[in-house]
């Protein structure tokens, strides 16, 4: 009998405004279509605790021990309880942000420093990292038209210029240290650029999950 193949895990991060989300539905359409069983979740969230803790995390004032200890809460009950279980039953998990989000937001826009957070994805989740991570890059001066333009801003959005900067600088520096694991992609481009070079790594993506 052959032996159940892990799913991938593939991530999609970027400082708010970068118009990541976009794709994240996109992806996982494109996957279904290429008979991938797929699951698509988010962070914070994914779980009946994940998104009450969402709420909190998004909208009510809070340090930021309590803001880092949150999202990993939310993270270890949506590993434990969706995540792990689908990769080991072969299903691809595509989650709107993951751990690379902490280092970015608490770590670098907080300035909380990356050791901390180290410790706690040590203790959450030692042995796994996303398959693929899609960085969606954009300067502030972009990020903050896109922002304008929608809806009420969360605590986040909210943040000053400063933070914004901070927070892409940590996402780019984790992306050129871990380059096998990271693609960046240009946010300015347009969807259609975006979504052609995503199809290119999805197809190669796919074809080297099917290879015995
Ligand atoms: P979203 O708007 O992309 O759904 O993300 C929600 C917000 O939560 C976003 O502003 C980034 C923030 N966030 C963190 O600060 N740390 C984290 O670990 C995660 C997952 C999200």
């Known amino acids: 009998m052959s032996q159940l193949k892990r799913g991938l895990f593939l ?5 708010d405004g970068a118009g990541k989300s976009t794709h994240v539905g996109w992806t996982v359409e494109q996957l279904k279509s290429r008979g991938v069983n797929v699951i698509s979740t988010r962070e914070p969230g994914g779980t009946a605790v994940g998104e009450k803790l969402r709420e909190l995390l998004l909208h009510e004032s809070m340090g930021l021990e309590c803001e880092t200890l949150l999202m990993f809460a939310a993270r270890v009950q949506h590993l ?10 072969g299903t691809w998990v595509v989650c709107d942000r993951f751990t690379d989000a902490t280092f970015a937001y608490q770590g670098g826009g907080r300035e909380m420093g990356l050791s901390r957070i180290a410790e706690l994805e040590q ?5 796994l990292q996303p398959d693929r991570t899609w960085l969606f ?12 333009r929608t809806r009420e ?9 400063a933070f914004f900067l901070r927070t892409r600088a940590v996402y780019l520096a984790r992306a050129a240290q871990q380059a096998q ?5 240009d946010a300015t481009a ?18 080297q999950s099917r290879q015995v």
Request: without cysteine.
């Open 80 to 89: 434990r309880e969706i995540i792990e279980p689908a990769l080991e039953a």
């Open 190 to 207: 347009s969807i259609q650029e975006i979504r052609q070079s995503l199809t290119q790594q999805l197809d190669a993506l796919v074809a």
């Open 11 to 15: 991530t999609f991060e970027g400082v």
């Open 181 to 185: 694991r990271f693609s960046v992609v």
């Open 137 to 148: 890059d954009v300067p502030l001066e972009i990020a903050r038209e896109r922002l304008d």
């Open 123 to 127: 203790w959450v989740h030692p042995h």
């Open 153 to 161: 801003k969360d605590r986040f959005e909210r943040e000053a210029d």
